[in-house]
């Protein structure tokens, strides 16, 4: 192992190229967005205080039993939405949840290989669990900022009914209308609806990237170095260290392992942003900050609702993780060239 160790740190490694992790993120985002989107949408109203009766409290006492309860909840509601609205209310938000998957997902993947070459160089070339924190938290940063705005359109047409009898019944007929109504009635800080708990969230992204930098390395490095522990000198000098099917899999276990610990951890920003999110009331807005929210949530419903929309959500992002890596994964690999020796 320690062979292999001094291998590894007598390569020089390149500065990574913006552009191709710009487009590995965005393309990895595009692909895991479109087929996750309907539950997107089921897992944005199970959030909402307007979908709140669609969804069982959570069952702390047996959560095994609370966990099937909840998805075949998801998966009724699923079947709900397209019997009274359509095949095409499942991908209701797609639009602008493309238009904000793509920038951020490019964004914050282009600024944390950044971030993660500059905190290296900093950290006098050793790549340690605190490098990979500092450069989730600054990619986290700067992508909620450019990209709130969107998540909060998307947010408003999710949560929309075709429904005439639903008081959610439909109020912005797209993405362009619901941003100038917005603008109009709201001003511009209402496009930012949500940003704090969006940085709440940083504990998920920094816990996730921390986890999944952790397992990459101790499943696919450490089984590329069992293969070259069995080659000779000669072999080794020729080997190829192109990643293995063994290693994509290990890749995929990776992010989705990553994705859902820190996603149950952190669940309760999520609740909390969209309801930041929610569509005004009569013009009157109900949630108006964290803490707020927090306690009016918690007083009105109970700290189950803090959790709710949590399956549909784990159904979602976990899947949406490891195809977005392994895409990620995959485009890198192709497109950057390898360590000089």
């Keep these: 192992m320690s062979s292999t160790s001094g291998t590894a740190t007598s390569r020089e490694r390149p500065k990574p190229s913006v552009l191709v992790h710009f ?3 965005g393309l990895g985002g595009t692909v895991g967005a479109a087929i996750t989107c309907p539950l997107e949408v089921v897992k944005t109203r199970l959030q909402s205080s307007m979908y709140r009766a669609a969804e069982a409290s959570v069952t702390f006492r047996n959560p095994v039993h609370g966990a099937w309860v909840h998805m075949k909840g998801v998966v009724n509601l699923l079947g709900t939405i397209r019997r009274q609205e359509g095949i095409r209310a499942l991908w209701k938000g797609l639009g602008p949840n493309l238009v904000g998957v793509v920038p951020a997902r490019a964004i914050y993947f282009a600024t944390y290989s950044q971030g993660k070459h500059a905190y290296t160089k900093l950290n006098n070339g050793q790549e340690t669990p605190i ?8 990619a986290g940063i700067a992508t909620a900022t450019c990209t709130n705005p969107i998540w909060l359109i998307k947010t408003r047409m999710q949560l929309q009914s075709e429904n005439p009898d639903l008081k959610t019944h439909q109020r912005y007929k797209n993405s362009f209308q619901c941003l100038t109504r917005v603008l109009r009635e709201e001003g511009i800080r209402g496009l930012y609806k949500g940003l704090s708990a969006s940085f709440l969230g ?3 992204s920094t816990l ?3 986890t999944y930098e952790y397992l990459k390395k101790t499943w696919v490095e450490r089984r590329k170095a069992a293969r070259l522990e069995m080659l000779t000198d000669e072999e080794k000098r020729n080997a190829s260290l192109a990643n293995s099917p063994a290693d994509w899999l290990d890749t995929f276990a990776a992010a989705a392992v990553a994705k859902f610990g820190a996603a149950i951890i952190t669940y309760p920003h999520e609740v909390l942003r ?3 999110r929610q569509t005004p009331e009569n013009g009157v807005t109900k949630y108006r900050g964290l803490v707020q929210s927090a306690k009016l949530i918690y007083a009105e419903e ?3 609702a803090l959790y709710g929309g949590m399956t549909a959500h784990l159904m979602r992002v976990v899947p949406n993780a490891a195809i977005l890596f392994f895409w990620y994964e995959m485009v890198v690999s192709a497109l950057t060239p390898p360590a000089q020796e």
């Excluded at 490098?131 to 600054?138: G, I, L």
């Design 23 to 25: 487009a590995a993120g």
């Design 131 to 138: 490098v990979h924190m500092f450069s989730a938290a600054t």
């Design 202 to 204: 940083l504990a998920e």
């Design 208 to 210: 996730q990237f921390v």
């Design 274 to 276: 969209t309801r930041l």
């Design 302 to 304: 109970g700290i189950a």
